[in-house]
T-cell receptor
Framework: QKEVEQNSGPLSVPEGAIASLNCTYS??????FFWYRQYSGKSPELIMS????GDKEDGRFTAQLNKASQYVSLLIRDSQPSDSATYLC????????????FGGGTRVLVKP | GAVVSQHPSRVICKSGTSVKIECRSL??????MFWYRQFPKQSLMLMAT?????????EQGVEKDKFLINHASLTLSTLTVTSAHPEDSSFYIC??????????FGDGTRLSIL
């Protein structure tokens, strides 16, 4: 079992719709959770960070964390073609310092 | 916001050449930096943790004599791919963590070994 798992996609959504991405992790001591967006040929850029159970909203993005079920999700509202990218889920454990473990990424395609 | 600069952005060279990649934190000090490698259509794989003033910590399966890391100052870490071969062709990305903030990534270096 991989430490951090994501559906590879592609997740195809029409413009204006909600894109829903899921991520599960195996280690219960994981403490910090991040979503990065990566355009083809570019390096990842941070979209959201979440540290406690519940929802966290930032603009069109909402991250949801459920530590009991060991999953973290990302919702993208009013999806735009510019949101087409690969979204990487990353997890950090306090014992690992600042080291992150990445999921395989979910490719999102927003169709006009 | 925190900025991590990586140079060069692209390298094309012959097999057997050694290639040095620099990673700089521009507006903060970084005692720790991370080096990743990403092959096409795959996720980031951590290669090593670069520690200022001490030896780097390599992940399992990464050859430390092949991938030399030097972190001589609080704002600069270098990765040298020694005697590079075509199988070393990849996208190399560094990151650093400002205090109490998530990792910020450099723009990456695309290495192509002919």
């Amino acid at each position: 079992q991989k430490e951090v798992e994501q559906n590879s996609g592609p997740l195809s959504v029409p413009e204006g719709a909600i894109a829903s991405l899921n991520c599960t992790y195996s280690d219960r001591v994981s403490q910090s959770f991040f979503w990065y967006r990566q355009y083809s040929g570019k390096s990842p850029e941070l979209i959201m960070s979440i540290y406690s159970n519940g929802d966290k909203e930032d603009g069109r993005f909402t991250a949801q964390l459920n530590k009991a079920s060991q999953y973290v999700s990302l919702l993208i509202r009013d999806s735009q073609p510019s949101d087409s990218a690969t979204y990487l889920c990353a997890v950090n454990k306090r014992a690992a310092g600042n080291k992150l473990t990445f999921g395989g990424g979910t490719r999102v395609l927003v169709k006009p | 916001g925190a900025v991590v600069s990586q140079h060069p952005s692209r390298v094309i060279c012959k097999s057997g050449t050694s290639v040095k990649i620099e990673c700089r934190s521009l507006d903060f000090q970084a005692t720790t930096m991370f080096w990743y490698r990403q092959f096409p259509k795959q996720s980031l794989m951590l290669m090593a943790t670069s520690n200022e003033g001490s030896k780097a910590t390599y992940e399992q399966g990464v050859e430390k004599d092949k991938f030399l890391i030097n972190h001589a100052s609080l704002t600069l870490s270098t990765l040298t791919v020694t005697s590079a071969h075509p199988e070393d062709s990849s996208f190399y990305i560094c990151s650093a963590t400002p205090s109490n903030q998530p990792q910020h990534f450099g723009d990456g270096t695309r290495l192509s070994i002919l």
